[in-house]
């Protein structure tokens, strides 16, 4: 936010730093965002879901915030993630090629409340 970045600006610096990636704006497929309201009670989040079209052939090295893995899509439903990404992002991660998609989500309430947007396809 300090930098002004765009969402794209922002996806090839991350993927610099985090698996040494030099992606260029063509090398990313933008096809949708997160936005949670309320998260935690204070915190507001608005996440850009890309895909990459360069692949790793390795692993990166690991670095302060984790190390990597490689896992097969069916592997990653067996993972502990948290139930939200579990039930909505990676649901429509599988129909990407669809249309692009959005979920908004009001954690602030007793009970989320979430807005699904997408194109009419998804």
């Not at 933008?30 to 998260?39: A, Q, T």
Request: with cysteine; aromatic share 14%; net charge negative.
């Amino acid at each position: 936010m300090e930098e002004g970045e765009s969402p794209f600006e922002c996806a090839r610096r991350e993927a610099l730093e985090e698996t040494g990636l030099s992606l260029g704006f063509k090398d990313l497929h933008l096809f949708g965002y997160v936005s949670e309201k309320n998260y935690e009670g204070k915190d507001h989040w608005l996440m850009f879901l890309f895909e990459s079209h360069i692949l790793l052939d390795q692993k990166p090295p690991s670095f302060d915030e984790g190390s990597y893995e490689f896992f097969s899509r069916s592997q990653i439903d067996s993972l502990d993630i948290p139930p939200t990404d579990a039930e909505l992002i990676w649901p429509f991660y599988d129909r990407r090629e669809v249309g692009f998609w959005g979920i908004n989500a009001d954690c602030g309430a007793d009970q989320p409340k979430l807005v699904i947007e997408a194109s009419p396809e998804v």
